[in-house]
């Protein structure tokens, strides 16, 4: 999404990787796709890398290269949608047209204005190739779907002055009005290894001013690439905030990726207006040990606030976990998902509600005791684009192995203890994409362990079987769930979708989604698994699955 010369005045270093002989001018996608997904965002083409709603209609505007299926000619491809399933495709709204976006038009964001007119900020790439930032406003604001964009005679808006490196400046956010009657809006960058958030002024959103400080930064992060950043309400649970509101009982989220590492953290603070610095709260980490929205095949994500249902929608890019001539034969890449924001204490995501409308007749288990070392196929479902809820109560925490978890890695200790090594609480959850004798297999467990007087709920998603397939990346991915099992159960929902393995603890305290390429277990070869490998025994008190229908999506 977010998207070598030396210049006069300004510093261009190496950004995004442009595969020029893997370019092609016209359309060729493979015709056996066993890993396109159903009921996740993707065009029929090429490859994909900002959401918003105007007059009760979704729009997705988003990154694609309409000449291939990797990275390179970015545009921005419109989509549009009532239910946030089902999409309508647009001519592209913004294409490199002027001088400040003529070398390609990256990542941005959609502000919709206080008579109701949305604008784009968008990076656009000049011919010095230097990341600046170009505002766009619809052409007909009566036409519902927003076809037509022009870009104001002002562009480039904001341009990489006093220092700032003309290759790290990029993906301004939605903008917020303050107070005060001013606009303000952050860019992401970076000097040297100090990751930062570039804070811009204005009064009427076409003339803009920067501020001689960042909203905020952090050491040793490195380049900040599609920073986010919204209040959350202190007092209503579940319900979100529009981008401007700030108050005595708001808190702000600030979230940024991490170019160096592909992954994104996020910290919960104070906004202190009257010094226009975000304070994050004591405790909160403010480096890529941070918490995630999700800790697995995610990044560049944008939020948006949902008008129609007061709520707060995260979009997120799922890239390839393949190779980049993989890719070219399949003729796409990339894939987005969309989560619905819960308040800061929770500070959770879950899959937007509307999927549910996707399920088919689900199949149920109630009151189902797993024995240690067993495993219990889920019948009667197409395990290969299905939605899981379940649900595991432990009847005793005596045995659980006991583990000093002081400094641990939650992931390094996943790739440790995965699923095919026997505990004592867990591992238990499921095995999904699963070919018939096992071999293949993505498992999503829990293992419990005892540090002291308190027990620690691991949650993994192992991928080390997920594929026989060579040059896969294939990680394992982890993240410590805070819940006391001994108070509640455990609860897992898996959304599964060819390729896409999406899982959510907690009721969404941890999600944690895989990119997998099975060869066996692909279309009515799938099968879905639930499972112990723990001594202990567990209990399933409720599992559901459904079958999902495929969303459509009109190109």
Not at 314 to 337: A, M, P, Q, Y
Request: contains cysteine; glycine residues 8%; neutral net charge.
């Amino acid at each position: 999404m977010c998207y070598i010369l030396l210049g006069c005045g300004f510093h261009v270093e190496a950004s995004h990787q442009v595969y020029r002989y893997l370019q092609v001018h016209h359309n060729i996608t493979a015709t056996h796709q066993p890993y396109r997904t159903g009921y996740h965002f993707q065009p029929a083409k090429h490859w994909i890398n900002g959401p918003m709603i105007y007059k009760g209609i979704y729009h997705f505007l988003y990154q694609y290269n309409p000449r291939g299926a990797v990275w390179g000619h970015i545009v921005w491809a419109h989509a549009t949608s009532t239910d946030l399933v089902n999409w309508v495709h647009y001519e592209p709204a913004i294409k490199p047209s002027i001088e400040s976006d003529i070398k390609g038009c990256w990542s941005g964001s959609t502000t919709i204005l206080p008579d109701g007119k949305p604008a784009i900020l968008y990076t656009g790439i000049d011919p010095k190739k230097r990341q600046v930032q170009t505002l766009a406003f619809p052409k007909n604001l009566s036409d519902p779907y927003l076809r037509e964009w022009i870009k104001v005679p002002q562009n480039p808006v904001m341009t990489p002055i006093d220092g700032i490196n003309a290759s790290s400046f990029r993906d301004p956010t939605t903008a917020w009005l303050a107070p005060d009657g001013q606009w303000r809006v952050i860019i992401g960058s970076k000097i040297d290894r100090l990751g930062k958030a570039i804070l811009y002024k204005s009064k009427d959103f076409f003339k803009w001013e920067r501020v001689d400080h960042p909203l905020h930064s952090s050491e040793n992060t490195g380049m900040w690439e599609c920073p986010d950043f919204y209040p959350v309400s202190v007092n209503l649970q579940g319900v979100g905030l529009d981008t401007s509101v700030i108050g005595p009982n708001v808190k702000h989220v600030m979230k940024v990726s991490l170019d160096d590492k592909k992954d994104e953290y996020y910290t919960i603070g104070t906004y202190k207006l009257e010094k226009d610095i975000y304070v994050p709260d004591e405790g909160s980490i403010d480096d890529d040990s941070g918490p995630r929205y999700d800790y697995g095949k995610f990044y560049a994500s944008k939020t948006f606030f949902d008008s129609s249902k007061n709520r707060r929608i995260l979009w997120g890019w799922i890239n390839e976990s393949d190779s980049v001539t993989d890719d070219v034969k399949k003729g796409w890449s990339g894939v987005r998902e969309y989560l619905a924001r819960q308040g800061w204490k929770t500070t959770g995501s879950m899959a937007s509600r509307e999927i549910e409308n996707l399920r088919k007749t689900p199949v149920e288990l109630q009151n189902t005791q797993l024995n240690g070392g067993s495993v219990l196929e889920v019948t009667g479902v197409t395990a290969s684009q299905a939605d899981v809820e379940v649900s595991f109560n432990l009847p005793t925490l005596e045995k659980a192995e006991t583990l000093n978890l002081s400094g641990v890695n939650p992931q390094i200790l996943c790739s440790q203890k995965g699923a095919s090594v026997k505990g004592n609480v867990g591992p238990f959850g499921l095995l999904a994409l699963a070919s018939k004798d096992l071999e293949e297999q993505t498992a999503i467990f829990f293992r419990v362990f005892k540090d002291q007087e308190r027990f620690v709920v691991l949650m993994c998603s192992d991928q080390s079987r997920s594929s026989e397939g060579p040059e896969l990346d294939k990680t394992t991915y982890g993240a410590f769930l805070d819940v006391d099992p001994r108070q509640e159960t455990l609860s897992l929902r898996s959304l599964i979708d060819h390729s896409i393995v999406e899982s959510f603890g907690g009721k969404g305290k941890v999600c944690i989604t895989s990119r997998v390429y099975p060869e066996l277990a692909i279309f009515d070869k799938a099968h879905l698994y639930v499972f112990n490998n723990g001594t202990e025994n567990v209990s399933i008190s409720k599992l559901s699955a459904w079958s999902m229908n495929k969303a459509t999506i009109i190109n």
